[in-house]
Structures are given as structure tokens and as C-alpha cells.
């Protein structure tokens, strides 16, 4: 059974909001002040929803299981996913796997928007060597399989996990700028090339592409910029702007609802509890059936009349046997296979077993199930800031791309803003010597500032914890062991694997900046609000309104 998003939280889009216009205006519970109201303030509120997914996403609702649970034997003995219980929250997932076509959109980008940047549309081509062996003929696939359209909806390979994470931020802004271009926020896609439209697709006035951080932070605003239908702007403090009539006008906020969170990988967790899928098995908080794969039943071909018999994933059933017998082939498939072949699991996802391994957001350690959060797992965070140009003005410093420079977090909690401005007089020197330098961080003990920073525990804080709970001396890491905080997890086998690698809790990695002919990726987004996916014809207690306040 696919769960299925309801029609109502599909519908429901944030920007909602009771304008000035409405008989009965909403009123703070706490002040009585009326909302969307430009004569007492402009308090602006919007109707809460439940925001759809962005685009190739599928929703995910969240819950327990137990993470390692469906491995019925370790026959490498690696004893690295011992099972625990967990919980994921609800979250969105890629119906398939990042295809080559997708990545030739993300190349076309690159190409149209910094076309004399060599270096940057080089870094982001997949490496099509992955394909080369000293004793296989792959040398067509080298030439084609990423760019010819015989090969344009199988799963891109030889990507990195670090260039799949430029891939998430790329869709991430491109997704949020259509909606934006697409509603009239933004100069609209047809008015681009015309005059004082901004330029050529991608590129606004200021002669750099659309980010979300920077746009969000009211940096990305005026002519060759601002659409037609921008969010009417209630505050006393707004000037006469370009709306019609003259009216003020504003880009859009994050509290407006309408764009997207970033996609980024999932995390370990979160790929396995979607890929064992066990919401189809699950009555009343009661589980009727465990799996071993992302299907039923204990074996790999389907039970069902229409397809009895057939391989359920694509996957090396022998060695030698990548496809089957000619006449007769068992997975129809010798290599890759298009990403929406076989049947979804009951979340709607396609090839979470087989066809490619998929590149994970966490930091491999052997004994991750000793050292976890039971609530959202996750190894890998490396904490960070916005650098600020200006801390008086809250403006974001940008590289030569358009994006917000990032530097290691300096503290486990928010600064005052004293040490704030203390912290950017200290860094002014380096910023001006290179912009797009990591700034000297407080744990070096090198800054005046340290003295004024908060302490955790008469530790210096360190930004990076993908070594959280780490016993072993970090120095031998990549000297007496091949794991380091820039291995990585991938999951779920692939074309070139046996049966026993599509277990969803089977777990291997790869350093970060390596790449495979079996190893793809797809990307998930983080759902805000209720956890609820499918409310319909479920018991739930009643939510009563607030009294409005009345004035005497």
C-alpha cells in the first residue's frame, strides 16, 4: 500500500494570510493585537499548513523501528549495525534515483550561467572512469552512459559524495527560484532576456544566479529582480513601492511558507526506515510482518500472478550472472537499469534495493550503534555559520558564486552581540587578505576573543563532532584503518551486488572524494509542521480556537 499525501496538505500552501480585507481578523493569543492590519503595526500571520513536497519527492511518515532490525545474518562479520531502536521523524525522499538526465540539467546550468569557468563544470562532471577495468570491455559505457539518451533516465554513477551534495544545494535554489519566477515574486522566466528583466536565465540584475540563503535574507531585491506580484509589505515602516497602485511591497519571507527546505541527502537512518517501508505491514501501531528486503516475503522473485516469478531488483544473482539467460533474461538488466524499473516499496519508492548503491549523508563508524541519538540519528554534523559582510546591516558575505561563505560555528549557543561584533573586528584583516578563507575559529586559542566566547564545560568548542564519542587516537586514522571522518556511508546494493547487500541495514563506505560505477544517490528534504502524513480516518482529539480578546 503506497501512503498516499492528502489532498487537503497538498493543496495548502503557507501563503495564507488573512489580509485586512477579512471580516474577522485573527488576534494574537497573548496581546489581543490584530494581525495583517497595516494600521496597528503590520503583525503579520499565516495560516498553518502543511507544506507540500518539492519536486520528486515523495512524503515519508516518520515512527520507530528498529535500525539494523531486518539483518538476519552478518556473514561478513563486520558487526556494524547491531540493532537499536530509533526514531525517524517524517521527512520527504526521492521517488527514484538521481538520473543522468538530472545531472545534464545541473551541467546545462553550470554551462549557460558561469560559461568561462572551466574549473567549476569540470569539478561537477561524474567521473565516467569508474567504468574502466583492466579486463573488462567498458570502455562504450566510459563514452556514453552519461550523456547518450539511450542511457538519460538510468541512475548517474562515478558521482562523489561531495559533489552530490553540490547537487542538493543546486536543486535546493533552482527549485526555490521557479516557484518564485513561476508566481510572480520574481522576474518572471519570459521576462529575463527583456529589458531591465535581469539578464539570461538564472542570472538576476546584480549579475549573480539565485540563492535562497541570500534571498531570504533581503539581499536579493529591486529592478531586474522584483516581480509583479510581490507580498504586499504591512509594515508602518514600509515606503511606497512598485506593487499596483504604488503600494509597498516585499520579497518573500521565510514565515510565508511558499518556498521550499533544502534537499540534501538522507541520513542513514532515514534511508533504511524508507526503504524497509514497514508502514504497509503496520495496523494500530501493531507490525503484521517483518521483512529482509524492501518487498515481502523471505525471496527475490515476485509471488504475484501478473509477475510470478520475476527478479524483484536488479542485482548479481551469481558470479558470472549479471542478467539472466539470452531469451530469458531474470532482471532485464545488465548494468544500470531506467530508475523507475520494478515495483516501488510501499512508501512509493523506486530501487531501493539494488540497481545502484545510494551515498548517505552520515560518517561511517563500525560501532555507530554504540554512539547515537535514539530520537533522528545522525554522524556527520560539522557546525557552521553565515559569515557576516556586515553585522550591523545582518548582510551575508558571498563568494564569487553568489553563495553565503560559511565558517566553522564558534560557540554551542548564541552569541551576544557584543561578542559578535567583537569576534568580525577580529577577522576584518583576514577577510580583506582572502574573502574566501576560513576564518580563524575560537578553539585555535589564537583570538582575543576566546576569553569572551562561552565555554561547554572548560572545553574549547569544537565545531566539528562527526568524531563525536570517539575512543581511538584520531592521528592513526587513515593510517592503521581506512575509516576517517571522510569515510562515508552507502546503502541498499547495487547492479554488481549479491542478494545479500539489498538488506536495507547492510552498510559499507567509501571516502567522500571517491567514486563507483555502483554507487548513485538520491536526495530527501526535511518536513516541517505535524508529522501526520495521512490524518484521514484516524482518531484524533479535537483542537479548539482561541476566544478572541475583546476590548472594553
Known amino acids: 500500500m503506497k501512503i498516499l499525501f492528502t489532498k487537503t496538505a497538498l493543496g495548502l500552501l503557507a501563503l495564507g494570510a488573512v489580509m485586512s480585507s477579512c471580516s474577522k481578523r485573527e488576534q494574537s493569543q497573548k496581546t489581543g493585537i490584530t494581525y495583517n492590519d497595516k494600521n496597528n503595526g503590520g503583525y503579520e500571520r499565516f495560516r498553518q499548513s502543511h507544506p507540500s513536497p518539492g519536486p520528486g519527492l515523495v512524503p515519508i511518515e516518520g515512527g520507530t523501528f528498529v535500525m539494523g532490525g531486518s539483518a538476519d545474518q552478518d556473514i561478513t562479520y563486520d558487526y556494524n549495525n547491531v540493532r537499536r531502536r530509533v526514531t525517524v521523524p517524517s521527512f520527504y525522499m526521492d521517488e527514484t534515483e538521481v538520473s543522468n538526465q538530472d545531472w545534464l540539467d545541473y551541467l546545462h546550468w553550470i554551462n549557460i550561467t558561469f560559461p568561462q569557468d572551466r574549473e ?58 521557479n516557484i518564485l519566477r513561476e508566481t510572480g515574486k520574481m522576474v518572471a522566466w519570459k521576462d529575463m532576456g527583456k529589458k531591465g528583466g535581469g539578464g539570461d536565465a538564472g542570472i538576476a540584475a546584480n549579475g549573480q544566479p539565485f540563492n535562497t540563503d541570500i534571498y531570504l535574507n533581503g539581499q536579493m531585491t529591486g529592478a531586474g529582480i522584483d516581480g509583479k506580484k510581490m507580498m504586499p509589505n504591512l509594515s508602518p515602516n514600509a515606503q511606497a513601492g512598485t506593487g499596483k497602485g504604488g503600494k509597498a511591497v516585499r520579497p518573500v519571507r521565510m514565515e510565508d511558507g511558499i518556498l ?67 531469451g530469458y533474461l531474470n532482471d532485464k538488466a545488465d548494468i544500470t537499469a531506467p530508475v523507475r524499473s520494478y515495483a516501488p516499496n510501499d512508501f512509493g519508492l523506486y530501487n531501493m534495493a539494488g540497481n545502484v548503491n545510494e551515498w548517505v549523508a552520515d560518517t561511517y563508524r563500525q560501532t555507530s550503534f554504540e554512539e547515537f541519538e535514539d530520537f533522528n540519528p545522525f554522524r556527520g554534523n560539522e557546525f557552521s555559520n553565515k559569515r557576516l559582510a556586515d553585522p550591523s546591516k545582518g548582510l551575508y558575505a558571498k563568494d564569487k558564486y553568489g553563495k553565503p561563505i560559511k565558517d566553522p560555528a564558534h560557540a554551542n549557543k548564541k552569541l551576544k552581540y557584543s561578542e559578535l561584533l567583537a569576534l568580525q573586528q577580529q577577522n576584518t584583516v583576514a577577510q580583506s587578505a582572502n574573502p574566501n578563507a576560513p576564518l580563524t575559529t575560537p578553539q585555535t586559542g589564537s583570538l582575543p576573543i576566546d576569553s569572551l566566547l562561552p565555554k561547554n564545560s572548560g572545553k574549547a568548542y569544537n565545531p566539528d563532532a562527526r568524531g563525536e564519542k570517539d575512543e581511538v587516537n584520531k592521528a592513526l586514522y587513515g593510517t592503521t584503518t581506512l575509516v576517517n571522518d571522510h569515510s562515508k556511508v552507502y546503502k541498499g546494493g547495487s547492479w554488481n551486488d549479491m542478494a545479500f547487500w539489498l538488506n536495507p541495514a547492510t552498510r559499507r563506505f567509501m571516502d567522500q572524494d571517491e567514486a563507483s560505477a555502483e554507487v548513485g544517490f538520491r536526495c530527501a528534504m526535511t518536513l516541517v509542521g505535524a508529522p501526520e502524513i495521512n490524518p484521514n480516518g484516524k482518531p484524533h482529539y479535537p483542537v479548539k480556537k482561541a476566544k478572541p480578546f475583546k476590548t472594553r
Open 120 to 177: 567549476l563544470y569540470y569539478n561537477a562532471v561524474p567521473d565516467t572512469l569508474v567504468w574502466r577495468h583492466p579486463l573488462s570491455y567498458n570502455e562504450p559505457y566510459v563514452d556514453n552512459y552519461l550523456r547518450h539518451p539511450a542511457f538519460q533516465d538510468y541512475p548517474v554513477v562515478g558521482v562523489t559524495w561531495d559533489q552530490a551534495q553540490d547537487y542538493c544545494s543546486w536543486r535546493t535554489d533552482r527549485t526555490n527560484e
Open 260 to 326: 521550499k527546505q533544502a534537499y540534501r541527502l538522507p541520513s542513514e537512518a532515514e534511508w533504511e526506515y524508507a526503504a524497509l517501508a514497514l508502514a504497509g505491514n503496520t495496523q494500530f501501531e501493531n507490525i503484521d510482518d517483518g521483512k529482509i528486503y524492501t518487498w515481502n516475503g523471505m525471496g527475490v522473485r515476485s509471488a504475484k500472478k501478473k509477475t510470478r516469478g520475476l527478479i524483484m531488483a536488479n542485482f548479481k544473482r551469481g558470479n558470472g550472472d549479471n542478467a539472466g539467460v539470452g
